[in-house]
Antibody, heavy 124, light 107 residues
Framework: QVQLQESGPGLVKPSQTLSLTCTVS??????????WSWIRQPAGKGLEWIGR???????NYNPSLKSRVTISVDTSKKQFSLKLSSVTAADTAVYYC????????????????WGQGSLVTVSS | DIQMTQSPSSLSAFVGDRVTIACRAS??????LNWYQQKPGKAPKLLIY???ILQGGVPSRFSGSGSGTYFTLTISSLQPEDFATYYC??????????FGRGTKVEV
């Protein structure tokens, strides 16, 4: 069973860059038709999809964050990473990494595996 | 972006109740709709994908229906472990994927 684990600083100063890494274990990061996503959740609020990466390096980003987001992958380390620049207090949230998979017919995708979440607080 | 609107935002129910949560999309998304359950301090858990397909290991008391712009998640007989927040999520065509704001099911 694949497992995902986020890691990174829990506190980031305003205007700096938030950096998180997701380590994949119990399965391959580069085989199969998987996309690897970042999703965040401010305290007491809903879920916001940030973006995703395919193992080829192809990315998609949420337009609301696109100018500040970079997602990268290191298949040799079985990791993918999130960088969010110029952060403000509004970026304070629990950040999840998740695997997006397709059904057997390749028609429908869904997030089937999630990390436990990493709380990042933006504060001076 | 496609907007997802869930209703109600919260509901009170008892063990054994039949519970239905609605999710409406701002445009036709066919059946590209997933449902997740989230408990406090935990990551979301997939319940249903493609609007009505039960994820493996999920109890059969959960069911999903709908197509186009209107979808529902039904819990046929609410169990104590079902008290949680439920989110719908669309993945129609191309990103960005979007979630509803959630429905909290409480006693």
């Amino acid at each position: 069973q694949v497992q995902l684990q986020e890691s990174g600083p829990g506190l980031v100063k305003p205007s700096q860059t938030l950096s998180l890494t997701c380590t994949v274990s119990g399965g391959s990061i580069s085989s199969g038709s998987y996309y690897w996503s970042w999703i965040r959740q401010p305290a007491g609020k809903g879920l916001e999809w940030i973006g995703r990466i395919y193992t080829s390096g192809s990315t998609n980003y949420n337009p609301s964050l696109k100018s500040r987001v970079t997602i990268s992958v290191d298949t040799s380390k079985k990791q993918f990473s999130l960088k969010l620049s110029s952060v403000t207090a509004a970026d304070t949230a629990v950040y999840y990494c998740a695997r997006e998979v397709w059904d057997d017919f390749g028609d429908y995708s869904h997030f089937d595996s999630w990390g436990q979440g990493s709380l990042v607080t933006v504060s001076s | 972006d496609i907007q997802m609107t869930q209703s109600p935002s919260s509901l009170s129910a008892f063990v054994g109740d039949r519970v239905t949560i609605a999710c409406r999309a701002s445009q036709n998304i066919n059946n590209y709709l997933n449902w997740y359950q989230q408990k406090p301090g935990k990551a979301p858990k997939l319940l249903i994908y493609a609007a009505s397909i039960l994820q493996g290991g999920v109890p059969s008391r959960f069911s999903g229906s709908g197509s186009g712009t209107y979808f529902t998640l039904t819990i046929s007989s609410l169990q104590p472990e079902d008290f949680a927040t439920y989110y719908c999520q669309q993945n129609y065509n191309t990103p960005p994927w979007t979630f509803g704001r959630g429905t909290k099911v409480e006693v």
